[in-house]
T-cell receptor, first 108, second 115 residues
Framework: RKEVEQDPGPFNVPEGATVAFNCTYSNSASQSFFWYRQDCRKEPKLLMSVYSSGNEDGRFTAQLNRASQYISLLIRDSKLSDSATYLCVVNPPQKLVFGQGTRLTINP | NAGVTQTPKFQVLKTGQSMTLQCAQDMNHNSMYWYRQDPGMGLRLIYYSASEGTTDKGEVPNGYNVSRLNKREFSLRLESAAPSQTSVYFC??????????????FGNGTRLTVT
């Protein structure tokens, strides 16, 4: 089993839709969790950290479920500019592990 | 605030040539990383340095060497480049206290082609 697994893409959704991604992790000792966004041929950029209580930043909501060992990202009222690859990052002891990424395309 | 600076941005090598990718961060982070990303693939960790003076292998270390020159700088060397090393290379840094890791900050990447 991979340490971090993401929903297989690609996701193609119409503008204005709500879309959700999940990311499961295998190491229950993982402590930190993040969502990154990567545009084509660019470096990944931090979208948001994921806290135990869940957190929201505008149209984006991140949640952590330790019992089932997954994190989620919800995007509401999606915009064309949300088209990108979304990477989850998990911090088991002494390392950071990236998911493979989920490609999202928002269609007009 | 520069963050993480990588050089060069682009490089073309012939098989067998060597080169060093440079990375520097000005955020006083203790941990630094080198990743490679192939087309349509996720990021794969080559080497990392948890703190100044230490380096460890990641997922795909073969064909590479690293040097943590000081707290700011972490270089990646290809001793004898191969076409399989054609990729985009990202340097990153973070603050790590052995349990919690702050988010990674990435450099802009180096696009390397080996012919």
């Amino acid at each position: 089993r991979k340490e971090v697994e993401q929903d297989p893409g690609p996701f193609n959704v119409p503008e204005g839709a709500t879309v959700a991604f999940n990311c499961t992790y295998s190491n229950s000792a993982s402590q930190s969790f993040f969502w990154y966004r990567q545009d084509c041929r660019k470096e990944p950029k931090l979208l948001m950290s994921v806290y135990s209580s869940g957190n929201e930043d505008g149209r984006f909501t991140a949640q952590l479920n330790r019992a089932s060992q997954y994190i989620s990202l919800l995007i509401r009222d999606s915009k064309l500019s949300d088209s990108a690859t979304y990477l989850c990052v998990v911090n088991p002891p002494q390392k950071l592990v990236f998911g493979q990424g989920t490609r999202l395309t928002i269609n007009p | 605030n520069a963050g993480v600076t990588q050089t060069p941005k682009f490089q073309v090598l012939k098989t067998g040539q060597s080169m060093t990718l440079q990375c520097a961060q000005d955020m006083n982070h203790n941990s630094m990383y080198w990743y490679r990303q192939d087309p349509g693939m996720g990021l794969r960790l080559i080497y990392y340095s948890a703190s100044e003076g230490t380096t460890d292998k990641g997922e795909v270390p073969n064909g590479y060497n690293v040097s943590r020159l000081n707290k700011r700088e972490f270089s990646l060397r290809l001793e004898s480049a191969a076409p399989s090393q054609t990729s985009v290379y990202f340097c990153a840094s973070s603050a790590w206290d052995s349990v919690y890791n702050s988010p990674l900050h990435f450099g802009n990447g180096t696009r390397l082609t080996v012919t």
